[in-house]
């Protein structure tokens, strides 16, 4: 699809939305993506100042395309997401076309067809499921000064999209967002604490639309934690009238690097407790996302991890599936279709959902995809795939998992194989020991593991 033809479905949704489509600068910069210019390049082509193309404009559009296509926008995956947006935008136009008016014959509570369940949920999607009180809890929590939220779990739980959803709270509070996604680090900038304070104090200041001063309080001499805290107590923080709502997602990320992590969540943790006998801090408001347990060792009174309010994601329950079931207009109102599914799935969201959109389209019935599901011809085949995938490069995880799946009960394993399992969704912690976390995964995986080919001792 030419940038053209995207541009007119993208100006014709936001019309939709918002009532004002791209303004000619927003345009610029798209334009210039597509050309694969840096900002400043972008601004001496146009004749603007390189400040209003790197502060200004961006910050602005990306947040509207973010809300258009529900998920997070920047300028390195901009073109690949309003690209996948366009395509699926043709292909319901062509439905429409394609089916004339018969579309309009359907019963009126019926949808057309639901979306196919990837990556984070919009936020005006019917089919999010909300956790009421959980949710209620972290709204409360980051209205009080200096507050710090910590959300736990393994990846494909619903993080991401209750990320979205607290920012959108915030956002209706009138405070200042920034949201970070940590997967999108640089492994160079993850081997260096310097380097990635500095990302950090970078992208925030982005963020808020504010002109980049890091030179002017970085000091070598003093280090740069307290370089980092002087930026962001002298000049980010009192620079914004309102609170500022700081998402850190996928924190985990960091974890494989000691050195760097300690240095990293100790100085989050100092934040957390300078917002006690310092004003200027209480405007932060933490929120820290991650999918696994930290193993980094740190003292107690250095880390964030045992501080501020924790909350862990668990799976479904069967009254979440039944909610579910009934959005994709499935009838399940018994439960026994719902209890069969979470005996495979165990109620992992992604995978739930994933089941229920195939159900809801009626290609296969649900005991077919049960018998189907732990092979590689079933719905979960890339899934499976992946993670597949991932054992083979690492044999020594493939031969943790083999232990777990080949005990009659919960075992033990060396710290750094649990975490990686554990933020793979494979595992889940049973008291002081770990167990598979669902039927899927061990069906298949007691399979495909018992090859001789992908284990060598």
Known sequence: MNLDSLLEIVNRKLLESSNRPLNSAETMVLRGIWQHQTYSEIAHHEGYSSGYFTNVVPPELY?????????????????????????????????????????????????????????????????????????????????????LVRIKAPGEMGKTSLLLRILEYANNQDYRTVSLNLEQVDEEIFNNTNKLLRWLCAHVTEELELQPQLDDYWDEDIGSKVSCSLYFRGYLLEQIDAPLVLVLDEVNQIFEHPQVAKDFLSLLRSWYEEAKRLPIWQKLRLVIAHSTEVYVPLQLNHSPFNVGLAIQLTAFNLEQVQQLAQRYQLNWSKGKQAQQLMAMVGGHPALVHTALYYLSRGELT??????????????????????????????????????????????????????????MGLINQSGNGVSVSCELYRKYFTEVLSQETLIKN
Do not use: W
Request: aromatic share 6%; charged share 15%; with cysteine.
């Open 366 to 423: 649900l005991a077919q995809l049960l018998e189907e599901a732990p092979t590689s011809s079933g719905i979960y085949h890339h899934h499976l795939q992946r993670h597949l995938a991932t054992l083979q490069e690492q044999p020594t995880l493939a031969q943790a998992l083999c232990t777990v799946l080949n005990a009659g009960q919960a075992v033990n394993l060396e710290p750094m194989l649990a975490y990686k399992l554990s933020s």
């Open 63 to 147: 947040r509207r395309l973010s809300s258009l296509v529900g998920r997070r926008v920047n300028k390195k995956n901009c073109r690949v997401l309003l690209e996948s947006y366009g395509a699926a935008q043709e292909l319901t136009q062509k439905i429409f076309q394609g089916q004339g008016h018969a579309l309009f014959s359907l019963p009126l509570n019926q949808e057309i067809l639901p979306p196919y369940p990837s990556g984070s949920i919009p936020l005006d999607s019917l089919f999010y499921i909300e956790h009421p009180c959980l949710e209620q809890q972290i709204y409360q929590e980051i209205n009080k000064p200096g507050s």
